[in-house]
Each structure stands twice: as C-alpha cells, then as structure tokens.
C-alpha cells in the first residue's frame, strides 16, 4: 500500500518561509515523477512543483524563483522550500506521485499577518 504523508504547514507572516515534507512508503520515489499541488477553496488544485525521476524541477510561475522543489531519494522523501510567502501562497499543500492516484493527506500553509 503506498502512503504519502506531508509535514510542515502552518502560520507565517508574509515574507516568511516554510519547508514541506512528504515522506512516502509503499514504493521507490527513484521510479517515479514526483509532483507538489495545492488547492484552496477559491481556486481548483494547481501543480506548483514537479520533480521528473532524472531530477528535471518546474514550476507554477508564480513560485519561480520562490519555492524550490527538492527529493532524497534514499529516505524515500520529496520537499517544498517555500521562501518570500505571500497571502496567495495560502492554500493546502499535497504531494503526489504523479500520473497516479497516490495523494497525501495534505498541509495547510496560511500566510497573513
């Protein structure tokens, strides 16, 4: 059974920063694109990151240059570095294991002063 659970999430003021997890069992994260979505109830889930297995990062662009997308393959573990927070950054963040139907739960990120 694959599981994916993300850590990390909470309050920041705008301008802050916050790294996401997301550690994964069930399977090798090293076979599989890797991706970071986020949804709030406004808008509908956008992509924000993918990882590809040969390691090639995007990026929504409205984070380029902001969020950066890392993976450790040998700990089986996918993160979102999350810098210069804006309130439009608020939204539930959740990691995928991209082209199937292996969510995590999610983490709630809330910027605002």
């Known amino acids: 059974q694959v599981r994916l659970v993300e850590s990390g999430g909470g309050l920041v003021q705008p301008g802050g920063s916050l790294r996401l997890s997301c550690v994964v069992s069930?399977?090798?994260?090293?076979?599989?694109?890797m991706g970071w979505w986020r949804q709030s109830p406004e808008k509908e889930r956008e992509l924000v990151a993918a990882s590809s297995s040969d390691n090639m990062t995007t990026y929504l662009y409205s984070v380029r240059g902001r969020f950066t997308m890392s993976r450790d393959n040998d700990n089986n573990s996918v993160y979102l570095q999350m810098n210069q927070l804006t309130p439009a950054d608020t939204s539930k963040y959740f990691c995928n294991v991209r082209w199937t139907a292996n969510w995590g739960p999610g983490t709630q990120v809330t910027v605002s002063s």
């Open positions: 069930g399977l090798s994260i090293k076979d599989y694109d």
